[in-house]
């Protein structure tokens, strides 16, 4: 955990201050329009409902969803994420706003008015300071909502301390997910003690007389201030140099042994990169946000974002044969599964596998149909056998080949076997994957060669090297038979017979851009960051 | 005619909620220097009609003016700052002090610090109050202390008409006895022209030089607390003293 801290603490600073702009950025602007309309709801009780009702809605939508919605209309980066946030904090600052002024005892104001205050001075001497603690709670709220909701701003490239949470999550990397968990956390609790102090000082300087009111302001004055520097600050800090080349990486991809790190040890590559979703990132290069991505050579997007894939010609990337990873128990349990699944030996090459992905991502065929077309073409399609005498949970992780792969394996045991197919898709990760089906929690998942080997088995550098050395054509059979050996042997778990299609890593760029700047391979582009 | 107008005229004053009137065609006249008590049961008209003064509620119907001018031609921020208004419970302001309570009114107008500081110790000896109370908050005082501040406050700036709204109604008896008795010994309180409201018949006749006795949004009885005792002209009027114990 220290170790980890240590080597990371410029980057953990950085997205430390990243994460508090966007904060207090989108809370500024929560507090910049949700104190007016929460005075004016006040006052036209008639309308409160509805502003309340639409805060309320805009409350309950899941933040990942929110984002989803938001990154059609700004893009990524600070946009998505500074508005999704700003509309999460509406809500407690209009409502304890509303509720502050609404519950000021009425015989205070109507004594105010009789005194012959205005209605602005009732608001600014009467109203605001009775209803102040209230309010205060709200910002309190709000403040601890966005501290925690800033986290997933990493799934949008906006950066903060989700970066290390989520990059943890992908990586199973505790300390890395702890590294951003326990910062974000002692964010909120230290935010949440530091306002309720600010209150303390704002109330005794507003009754201490003429001289602390004034003193109690200036201090208030001077915290907005300050508030106001940090937020411009964090979020026009993460701006990239036009000149550079700026990458867009997975979170898996920038912590992985065969990712990222894999090409800083192969061919030297230092590039200035931003950790996002994966889903986005073709929206991301697309728009011009980023210019190298990471990828799969069969994402279907590939060809329908006009991209083009460096070739990886020193061999970083190991390959990534396709195929199903079941348990020795489920196949003794349902001798019938191991034929159902054999049936789809081979059938799926590079190209089929790419126009599939192609399909469903690009054309936004779902996948229950992209695999039922497909299961035709070759000829395996079956009407599903009504009687259902076991089941099996298959599990995938959250893209959409994975997608795609599941239901062509559901509907091909529902096809050819009397087994009920439970789908458990959406793991996030490898390591999740392959956790849940080692404890049993499901039965088998489409897998790829090189992932099990880097990520899963670990084999110690001697035996990376020896295989490595082999001729690049002879590589994907030698890792496939390895990994078969050892999951069998370490796990009681099976390689299935390989689909046919060799998923690797691998960067892109736009093919406009790549060819201005005249980068066709990852060496090329490891010297062109170099000489900028 | 009288030459000088008296300092409140209502005429023909109505205020109706929902179409049912509150106060009905009220006709209503107090001299310079004149203590009237609108006195009357709860839901009489009594509050509502010396809201309309300040315009704290406007009239649906009739004319109000003080000194002869209508309230109607006044802004009502600028016409309240020159009519003291005191309140059951004192109404005090729980986030100031008892100085920067006293303070409202004369900082409203603009005074200087020092004008504000005189006249606050002014008002302390007049009330009786120990300089001690000025730093406190109102929740730090006895009922008896916070309705002195009250009084304090509406007199700050000296206005010449002071408007009251039950103003002793939430203390207990003991208390209310002899704030009463302080308050109408006050010299000021003799010279300003007051409207007080007040359901206590016995508070009505111990203050009021005159007494208009309220029930449906009009003025039963008009008259000196004397009248009231030797000739009452209704059977509500007597209903009233009755239950009173009169």
Known sequence: ?532 | MNPTPAAIDLQSVTKRYQNRAVVDDLTLTVPAGETLILLGTSGCGKTTTLKMINRLIDADGGTVAINGVDVRQQEPHELRRHIGYVIQDAGLFPHYTVAQNIAVVPRLLNWSATQITDRTHELLTLLRLPETVLDRLPDALSGGQRQRIGLARALAADPPIILMDEPFGALDPITRDDIRQEFKQLDVFQRKTIVLVTHDVREAFALGDRIALMDNGRIVQMGQPDDFRQNPTTPFVERFLEASGY
């Open chain 1, 1 to 532: 955990m220290f170790t980890f801290l240590r080597e990371n603490a410029a980057k953990l600073a950085d997205q430390t201050l990243t994460h508090l702009g966007l904060t207090f950025a989108s809370l500024l602007m929560a507090l910049l329009l949700g104190l007016p309309l929460g005075i004016y709801i006040a006052r036209r009780k008639r309308v409160a409902s509805a502003v309340l009702g639409v805060a309320g809605v805009l409350q309950t939508v899941p933040s990942i969803a929110l984002l989803g919605f938001l990154i059609p209309l700004l893009g990524i980066g600070a946009g998505p994420a500074l508005t999704a946030l700003f509309l999460y904090a509406l809500l407690p600052i209009i409502r304890n706003t509303y509720v502050g002024i609404s519950e000021v005892n009425p015989t205070l104001t109507e004594a105010a008015r009789g005194m012959g205050m205005t209605a602005r001075q009732v608001l600014w001497r009467v109203e605001l300071p009775l209803a102040m603690p209230v309010i205060f709670a709200g910002i309190r709220t709000a403040t601890v909502i966005n501290v925690g909701v800033a986290t997933l701003a990493a799934y949008v490239a906006a950066g903060g301390l989700g970066e290390f949470i989520f990059g943890g999550i992908a990586l199973n990397n505790t300390n890395m997910m702890l590294a951003g968990a326990i910062p974000a956390a002692l964010l909120a609790v230290g935010f949440d003690l530091g306002l309720a102090r600010l209150q303390r000082v704002r109330w005794s300087g507003s009754v201490g007389g003429d001289a602390g009111g004034a003193s109690g302001k200036k201090r208030v004055a001077t915290g907005a201030g300050l508030l106001v520097v940090v937020a411009v600050m964090a979020v026009a800090w993460p701006r990239n140099n036009p000149h550079r080349l700026l990458a867009g990486f997975a979170h898996e991809f920038g912590g992985r042994a065969d990712g990222y790190p894999g090409l800083q040890k192969v061919y030297g590559m230092t590039i200035e990169n931003r950790l996002l979703d994966q889903s986005l990132m073709y929206e991301a290069i697309r728009t011009n946000k980023v210019d190298v991505i990471s990828g799969y050579s069969t994402d279907g997007r590939i060809k329908a974002f006009g991209l083009t894939v460096l070739d990886d010609d020193k061999h970083a990337f190991p390959p990534y044969a396709a195929a199903p990873v079941v348990r020795e128990a489920t196949l003794a349990k349902y001798p019938e599964l191991q034929p159902a699944l054999d049936r789809l030996n081979g059938r799926l090459t590079d190209s089929i596998m790419t126009e599939l992905n192609y399909r469903a991502d690009y054309l936004h065929e779902s996948p229950e149909r992209v695999a039922r077309g497909f299961l035709m073409k070759v000829g395996l399609l079956q009407p599903a056998i009504a009687a259902r005498t076991g089941q099996v949970v298959m599990g995938s992780k959250v893209f959409t080949e994975q997608y795609i792969l599941a239901e062509i394996y559901r509907q091909l045991i529902e096809g050819y076997t009397t087994l009920r197919v439970v789908s458990k898709t959406g793991f996030g990760g490898t390591q999740l994957c392959f956790d849940a089906l080692r404890t049993g929690a499901i039965d088998f998942y489409p897998e790829y060669t090189g992932t099990g080997l880097l990520v899963i088995l670990q084999p110690a550098q001697a035996t990376l090297d020896s295989l490595k050395r082999l001729p690049g054509a002879k590589q994907p059979a030698a890792i496939y038979s390895y990994v078969k050996a050892e999951f069998t042997r370490r796990y009681a778990l099976r390689w299935g017979v390989p689909l046919g299609f060799n998923n690797a890593y691998c960067l892109m760029m736009r093919q406009t851009d790549a060819k201005q700047r005249g980068i066709r391979t990852l060496s090329e582009l490891t010297r062109y960051v170099k000489g900028v």
